[in-house]
């Protein structure tokens, strides 16, 4: 969730969280992956889809 592509890596279109929401409203409720997906997709920015997000997460977590 970085601006930054890595080599062989999807390119990576979400964009938009601070880190106090991260902070705040998503890790503090998360007690794993699938809910700290969940709460990505409950309070994601303007312009970030529940795609993007499930795309992430099978890439990096396999989820």
Not at 40 to 59: C, E, M, W
Request: cysteine-free; overall charge neutral.
């Amino acid at each position: 969730m970085d601006n930054f592509d890595r080599a062989g890596g999807p390119n990576d279109q979400i964009t938009g969280y601070t880190m106090q929401t991260l902070e705040q409203v998503i890790l503090k409720h998360a007690y794993g992956l699938t809910s700290f997906r969940d709460r990505l997709k409950a309070h994601r920015p303007s312009g970030v889809t529940n795609q993007q997000i499930d795309n992430y997460f099978a890439y990096y977590f396999n989820l």
